[in-house]
C-alpha cells in the first residue's frame, strides 16, 4: 500500500534557495515549493525536518494529557489556585504544537517559512509567560512572597514576552515595511548579519527564561536560613535547569553537525536535540511544579495573594492578544502580494528580491 503513495524527492544544500539552508546540514532539504500534501507526507519519510517534526508533535499529545488529567482530577474549575498550573500546561501544549507545525509546512514557500516561524517564536514567549504566572504561584521562596518584586513579577513577564517576540520575529527579515515589504528586501538580517540574526534569536528566548528564573535560582542556589523553601522538589528543579541550559547550549553551538558537516542531517543534527531536551526539560519543569503545588498548597493559601482572573487568566489572554498583533505585523508585507511576477523578479540584485528565495 505504502508503495504506492509516490514520497517527494529530497535536494541537497546546493539545490534550494538559501533562505532554506540550515547550518552545517548538507542533504535532506524538501522542495522549497512543497504542496501542503507534500508536507504532511514528508513526515513519513526521511528529510532533513522529519525528527524535528515528531520530537516535538508526540510530546504535544502527551502534555495535552496531562492538561486533561490535572482539569479533571483536580477540579481545576472550582479551585482557582490550580489555574496557574492549567495555563502553564497549556502553554507546554502550544509551543511543540507551534513548533512542529512549522517545521512541517516551512518548505510551502520562502514567505510561508518566515510566517510559520514568527508563529513558533510567538508560541515560546507565550511559554515563558505561562512559566512566569506558575512560578508567581507556587515557586517564589517563601521570603519573597507578596515582595515588590513578586507583584510587579507577572507584569514585567507580559512585558517580556512582547519584547521577545518582537525581536524574534526581527531576527528574521528586520522591521515589517520600513525594511521589507512583499517583494524587496532593504536588509535581510539572517543573511547579511547571520551572526546577529542568531544573537538576537538567543537572546530572545534566554532573556524571558532567565528573568522567570529569578525567583527559582535565588531559592536552590542562593538563599541561606529561613523563608528558603529548601525542600525536595529543589532536585526536580535542578534537572529542568540543567536541561535548560543544554539546550540552550545546542542552540546556539549547532554541535554536533558544526564538527562533521553532513554527517547529522538526517538523524542527531543540533535542532533535534535542542528539541528533546527542551521537552525534557519541560517534563522534569512540570513535575517540579506539580510538587510544589501539591507540598506548598497549606502555606500559599495562607500566606500568598490569592489566585485571581488578573494574575492569571487576564495577563495569559492580553499576551494572546498582544503576541498574535506582533505576529500579524510581521507578517502583513509578505501576505499583501503572495503572487510574485517572475519578470519583475529577475531583475535586480538577488539579495533584494524576497520572491527569488521563494
Ligand atoms: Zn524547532
Redesign the pocket.
Known amino acids: 500500500m505504502l508503495s504506492l503513495i509516490k514520497l517527494p524527492r529530497v535536494f541537497t544544500i546546493n539545490q534550494v534557495p538559501k533562505v532554506f539552508h540550515e547550518d552545517s546540514i548538507i542533504s535532506g532539504y524538501r522542495h522549497p515549493r512543497s504542496s501542503a500534501t507534500d508536507c504532511i507526507l514528508s513526515l513519513f519519510q526521511m528529510t532533513n525536518e522529519t525528527l524535528?517534526i515528531w520530537t516535538?508533535f508526540l510530546p504535544t499529545w502527551y502534555f495535552l494529557w496531562k492538561v486533561v488529567t490535572v482539569v479533571l482530577m483536580q477540579t481545576a474549575w472550582q479551585d482557582s489556585f490550580t489555574w496557574p498550573m492549567v495555563i502553564f500546561l497549556l502553554t507546554c501544549c502550544i509551543y511543540p504544537l507551534a513548533?512542529s507545525c512549522?517545521?512541517t509546512f516551512s518548505s510551502m514557500s520562502a514567505r510561508a517559512r518566515h510566517i510559520c516561524f514568527f508563529f513558533?517564536y510567538g508560541a515560546l514567549s507565550f511559554y515563558s509567560l505561562g512559566s512566569a504566572i506558575v512560578y508567581s504561584a507556587y515557586v517564589f521562596p517563601d521570603k519573597w512572597v507578596n515582595s515588590s518584586f513578586h507583584q510587579y513579577y507577572i507584569t514585567i513577564a507580559v512585558f517580556n514576552s512582547v519584547i521577545c517576540t518582537n525581536l524574534a520575529c526581527y531576527s528574521r527579515l528586520g522591521l515589517p515595511f520600513l525594511q521589507y515589504n512583499h517583494d524587496s528586501l532593504k536588509r535581510f538580517l539572517e543573511f547579511q548579519h547571520p551572526k546577529f540574526s542568531k544573537l538576537f534569536r538567543v537572546i530572545a528566548f534566554a532573556y524571558p527564561y532567565l528573568f522567570d528564573s529569578i525567583p527559582l535560582f535565588y531559592r536552590v542556589f542562593l538563599c541561606v536560613g529561613e523563608g528558603c523553601t529548601d525542600n525536595d522538589t529543589n532536585i526536580l528543579h535542578y534537572h529542568h535547569i540543567a536541561l535548560a541550559f543544554l539546550t540552550g547550549f545546542l542552540f546556539a553551538t549547532h554541535l554536533p553537525e558544526r564538527l562533521a558537516p553532513g554527517s547529522f542531517d538526517y538523524i542527531g543534527h543540533s535542532?533535534q536535540l535542542?528539541?528533546v531536551c527542551a521537552i525534557l526539560g519541560t517534563h522534569f519543569q512540570m513535575q517540579a511544579l506539580e510538587q510544589d503545588m501539591v507540598t506548598r498548597h497549606p502555606w500559599l493559601v495562607e500566606n500568598s495573594t490569592p489566585i485571581t482572573f488578573g494574575n492569571s487568566v487576564g495577563p495569559v489572554l492580553l499576551c494572546v492578544v498582544l503576541n498574535l498583533a506582533i505576529i500579524f505585523l510581521y507578517s502583513l508585507p509578505l501576505l499583501l502580494h503572495p503572487v510574485c511576477k517572475e519578470k519583475k523578479c529577475s531583475t535586480g540584485p538577488k539579495k533584494d528580491k524576497l520572491c527569488l528565495h521563494s
Open positions: 524535528n516535538h513548533s512549522a517545521h513558533d535542532h535542542f528539541h
